[in-house]
Every structure is written in structure tokens, then in C-alpha cells.
């Protein structure tokens, strides 16, 4: 498993009854997460004075109860990177921090490549990997189909002192941006992207990754540099195994470009137990 681990602002303090208990910043917040289906060991202390709790509905979604007075959002960091931090109405915060794991690894990537890289973000979401390879000196592009979103990446970019860097940012349905760069002759030395179980686009295109998620990287082949520098894919898709993505990988990229693949669990330390919670599976190709 990769391990988000050297974390100094986000903490998972605790976890059970199908819940995690978290400290983001000087905030705890306690929200469900379906793959907790051990007990808590001890229900007290910061289990009961959690800033905030969010409490799922019967009949879907769920809404935050807040213990005590809490801002809009707040500021986080890991190393030089800054997020803010918002509990949103679907129980997430605008970060993943299991993906820091991936942060460090395309830093290093991009900045012992010697070369200028260009980078593109699919399914880009916050930001996240968007400003990590700018910090690292890269020149991104920044794809996501929620306006919102990609709002809320700029604004992690300004606080992370980068608003200035080569990065654009297009609101648009990732697949039909592929192919017009296909079109314009568009290309990258590097390829991130965050798919979906399921997703509509701007204009209401539907994703569904078991059905699109290979013709997808298919075409990423096309928009790859010919000294291509990495392509990493995120899933938190249920049932798809990291031996999935890395069949995925060779008969697409690896095929191409030979190259080397690993894939695997990533997840995060809990402090009160030692154990570690699986957050999903990352594939990475390199070149070799």
C-alpha cells in the first residue's frame, strides 16, 4: 500500500462503525466512509466533541450537524502546497488527502526530468495534482466538467503562491477535450486523471468508466509526447482491482511505449490503532 503519511496538517485520528474521525487543520470532523465496517474501539473523547458530524439520510444523501461555530472553509497545507478545506452538502471537503502520496511521486517525476513538461489534469476535481506539478515547475492544463470545481482549483492555486504559473483551466466534458486536442495537434509529456464510476459532462455526456475508461486511454495515446514522462490514473471504483488498471496500462500506454507500471492500494495511517484505511488504487506508468 502507498501510504499518505507525512502529513502534518490533515490526521486520521480514529475510525469504526462505518466512520472516520479526522482532524483537517485545527478541525475535527466525523463523516462515513463504507469501507470502516470494524467497531470503534472507544466511543469518547474527540468522537463526541467533533466540530462537525456528518449524518447520512435514509433517503440518500445526508446533511453536517456542527457542534460548534466553524467558518465557510479553511486553509490547509502539505509542504508548500495550500487548500482550502469546505465541508460540502455530499459529505467531502474538496481534498483527498491520500492523494499526497501522488503529489510527491509527479514532483520528483517532473522535476528530475531536466526538460520542460507539459502536463494535463483529467477529471481534475479541485486541483490537487494540478498545482502539485505546477509547484514543480510544469506547465498544466486543468480539465474538469464542474465549473465550480475548477473555481475552487484557481483558488488553491492562489493560495499556493501560483497564480501566476502556466496553467489553463477549461470547464469542458474531458473525452470530447481529447479529441479536439487530438484535432489541434495538442500534446503532453505527462497525463493525470481522476475518472468516475459514473459522470455526466457539461452538456449532460455520460461516463461510465467499466465502458469508457479503455477507448479513453486509447486516445490518450495520441496526445502524448513521443518522450512521454508518466501517466497516472486515481479510481475509487468498487470492484476494479489494481491488477485491472495495470492490464489497462500495458495494453494502452505500455503497448505504445513500453515503460514500466506499478499499481496498488493507497491509504492513509490511523493514529489510535496503527492500522492503515484503504482510500482507493493508483496506476502509474513511467518511462523507463
Known sequence: MYKADQWQDYELIDTGNGEKLERWGSYVLRRPDPQIIWP?????????????????????????????????????GFKELKFHIRPTSFKHTGLFPEQAVNWEWMMNKIRGAGRPIKVLNLFAY???????????????????????????????????????????????????????????????????????????GPNGEMWKLEENLYPFLESCTTILSDNPLFILINSYTTGLSPSVLHNLLHLTIGRKFGGSINCGEIGIPISASGLSLPCGMLGRWEAN
Open 126 to 200: 479541485t486541483g490537487g495534482a494540478t498545482i502539485a506539478a505546477a509547484a514543480a515547475g510544469a506547465e498544466v492544463c486543468h480539465v474538469d466538467a464542474a465549473k465550480g470545481m475548477v473555481q475552487w482549483a484557481k483558488e488553491n492555486a492562489q493560495l499556493s503562491g501560483l497564480e501566476n504559473k502556466p496553467v489553463r483551466y477549461i470547464t469542458d466534458d474531458v473525452f470530447k477535450f481529447v479529441q479536439r486536442e487530438q484535432r489541434r495537434g495538442r500534446q503532453y509529456d505527462a497525463i493525470i486523471m481522476d475518472p468516475p464510476s459514473y459522470g455526466r
Open 40 to 76: 470503534i474501539a472507544k466511543e469518547s473523547g474527540r468522537w463526541t466533541t467533533a466540530d462537525g458530524h456528518y449524518h447520512r439520510s435514509s433517503s440518500g444523501g445526508g446533511q453536517w450537524q456542527f457542534r460548534t461555530k466553524m467558518p465557510d472553509r479553511w486553509t490547509i
